[in-house]
């Protein structure tokens, strides 16, 4: 109970204020109200995508497991969404709430796994370094990763239990090496990098088991699963598509692994240090396949990739905590007196918990997200604003325009709220790239953040595009400016303020709100 206790509070406390909303938590919210609104898992080149030219970015369970779970408490109609900045916090609480439970469940699953694979007491301190430690506030956001998590981390134990004495029947076995295999596949259905754990899985089986067979009834929900995703491309007859979207995933570059792990060292040098030498210890004193297995094929698959970012290695998250609580332990052995060797691994355990608390404690006090919500409230206050006026130039009655409608133009982390949320009619357009002759509706609202015309056309820099955008900012009417307020992170050069800072890349810290409710987008600036 102390671990799920502990958990509790660090990972529900304040979730509607930290952390700062990412852009990818707007990304997979928006895939997941697509699913919500019946319109399907895979998304097409019109709706508001990050890259339009690469479809299929991700496989489909992670929507659809948010989709399934919200939608089954009526989210997010049972909460009467509207546009006070009160609703709208609502509304993002709800996922977040739930990845707080999720993390609950991580922090017993860990336990039990350490139990289970060493002894209680590893158990203990692994878990309880998972539940405090300011490494883990990282899955508190609304990624793919802390919902795969469970899933891998419930089909680990699995594969443990088959030792259990009750089961060493093969007939037993069967539903629980089939249940083991329908989680990783799971896991694997939300973000391929996963399939780097199957050598894991797959051996902890084999050497419970000694059995090729289950080994084989194992693999196949694993592979199965997982290919679902293609299948529907095919399906769709948008194969060609899906294979370039994975290849553009495979040949994205950023700054790679080494560069993930100095962030993930700059929120926690503690548990990311001792973990790193705990590992190496296992690793090499100890030779524990369990955590090489867990630990090297996952590094190995991230260093293959061109593009990785540091919520990436989430999943060796349990790992590392295994690691720091082996080392602890480990030390007590060096002292003769048997008293020492029972009470220090907890003294050790209590000190770097308290650590862990207190800062974890400062950044969950925090709060980051209200310019989102500012954002969307005012931009959804001008929509409706819009919506409610007549144009009465009979320049634009004509039977290709919407005159109730609204185009609106900005950022697609800030649109997906107004068009799942709260325009349940689905009478406006939505649109976060410009290209010439799109826009059909009389009335036009721009949520102008940084670069906007650069990032409105980045895939169609065609003259008329920017022409006619510029023009059409140019005469837009100002109606309010939204600012981050940067005092909301204090004393931004010591730590533990100092681990936020430039953690993500660079998000719009300004943006204006801007109308245009009578221009004739359809003629050229220039003519």
């Known amino acids: 109970m102390i671990p799920l206790i502990l958990s509790a509070y660090t990972h529900l406390w304040n ?61 997010p109609d049972s909460l009467n969404p509207t546009t006070t900045f009160t609703s709208i916090k609502e509304v993002f609480m709800v996922p977040r709430l739930l990845m707080g439970l999720l993390a609950i469940l991580d922090t017993f699953l860990l336990f039990k796994i350490a139990e289970r694979r060493y002894n209680m007491t590893i158990g203990l ?20 990763e802390p919902v795969q998590l469970p899933f891998i981390l419930a089909s680990i134990l699995l594969a443990l239990y088959i030792t259990n004495p009750n089961l060493t029947e093969k007939r037993k ?14 896991a694997i259905f939300t973000k391929i990098p996963v399939v780097s754990l199957i050598p894991l899985v797959g051996f ?31 399906s769709q007859g948008e194969l060609n598509e899906w294979i370039t979207s994975l290849y553009w995933q495979i040949e994205r570059q950023n700054s790679g692994l080494f560069s993930s792990i100095e962030k993930l060292f700059s929120i926690d040098p503690i548990l990311v240090g001792f973990s790193f030498i705990g590992l190496a210890y296992a690793v090499v004193r100890k030779r524990d396949l369990f955590l090489i297995l867990w630990f090297v094929p996952f590094i190995m698959f991230q260093l293959a990739s061109s593009y990785l970012q540091y919520w990436h290695l989430i999943p060796i998250y349990p790992a590392l905590c295994i690691g720091c609580a082996i ?77 109730h409608g609204v185009t609106v133009l900005g950022n697609n982390y800030f649109l997906w709220f107004p068009k799942y949320i709260l325009d349940k009619n689905g009478i406006n357009e939505y649109k976060n790239y410009y290209h010439h002759g799109d826009i059909k509706t009389n ?17 169609n820099k065609s003259s008329i595009n ?12 100002f109606t309010s400016r939204l600012e981050e307020n940067q005092s909301a992170l204090p004393h931004r050069n010591t730590y533990p303020f100092s681990s936020l800072v430039d953690l993500d890349p660079i998000a719009t810290t300004s943006v204006e709100i801007r109308t245009n409710l009578a221009h004739d987008v359809t003629k050229h600036p220039n003519r």
């Not at 479809?55 to 948010?66: E, I």
């Not at 409706?384 to 634009?396: C, I, L, R, V």
């Open 327 to 403: 080392l602890i332990t480990d030390v007590s052995k060096i002292f003769r007196s048997q008293r020492i060797k029972k009470l220090l691994p907890y003294s050790l355990l209590t000190i770097i918990g308290m650590y862990g608390i207190i800062v974890t404690t400062i950044l969950i006090s925090l709060n980051l997200t209200s310019f989102h919500y500012e954002v969307i409230s005012v931009l959804g206050n001008e929509i409706q604003k819009a919506n409610k006026m007549t144009t009465e130039s009979s320049s634009y009655n004509n039977k290709d325009n919407n005159i």
């Open 125 to 144: 301190i692994a878990s309880v370094l998972f539940a405090v430690m300011p490494l883990t506030w990282i899955i508190r956001r609304i990624w793919l």
């Open 173 to 186: 076995s069967i539903p629980i090496v089939l249940l083991s295999g329908t989680l990783l596949g799971l």
């Open 204 to 234: 902890m089986i084999y050497s419970n088991s000694k059995n090729f067979k289950l080994i084989g009834l194992w693999i196949i929900p694993v592979l199965l699963i997982p290919l679902l995703w293609p299948m529907y491309a095919i």
């Open 466 to 477: 920017i022409d006619e955008l510029s023009v059409l900012l140019y005469r837009s009417n």
């Open 15 to 75: 979730i509607d204020g930290f952390p700062s909303i990412y852009r990818d938590e707007d990304h997979y919210m928006r895939k997941a109200m697509h699913v919500l609104r019946g319109l399907g898992p895979q998304e097409g080149p019109t709706e508001l995508l990050s890259y339009p030219q690469t479809t299929y970015t991700h496989p489909y369970f992670g929507q659809l497991f948010l989709a399934s779970v919200l939608g089954s408490f009526g989210y």
């Open 443 to 459: 009335k036009i609202v721009l949520a102008v953040g940084d670069d906007f015309i650069d990032e409105m056309t980045r895939y």
